[in-house]
């Protein structure tokens, strides 16, 4: 079992910056690839960015590539997503996810998830 906590939601401005962060515990840490996911409400969980287990890689969808940057702390637990010029179609509820085999990009391919952080962007 993976427990996931994440924090830093707020509102904020377009062009402005947040940074979400994703605490784990349970079991080893270093098992998991750790993706970051959103919805709007009624719509489905969309990919955001993901990151191996060592850190070393990471992946992004087209939509924040360029904008947003996943790291990996391993010896405190952490993952964090850094989100620079927000936008308002930024606006959803942010979940991080834990996958234990491969480096997907599928919600229904990781196991764990938190129970959530919103992101609000303003014009």
């Known amino acids: 079992q993976v427990q996931l906590l994440e924090s830093g939601g707020g509102l904020v401005r377009a062009g402005d910056s947040l940074r979400l962060s994703c605490a784990a515990s349970g079991r080893a840490f270093t098992k998991d690839a750790i993706a970051w996911f959103r919805q709007v409400l009624g719509q489905e969980l969309e990919f955001v960015a993901g990151?191996?287990?060592?850190?070393?890689?990471?992946w992004y969808a087209d939509s924040v590539q360029g904008r947003f940057t996943i790291s990996r702390h391993n010896a405190n637990l952490t993952v964090s997503l850094q989100m620079d010029n927000l936008k308002l179609e930024d606006t959803a509820a942010y979940y991080c996810g834990a996958a234990p085999l491969g480096s997907p990009r599928r919600a229904d391919e990781y196991t764990y998830w938190g129970q959530g952080t919103q992101v609000t962007v303003s014009s």
């Open positions: 990151i191996s287990r060592d850190g070393t890689s990471s």
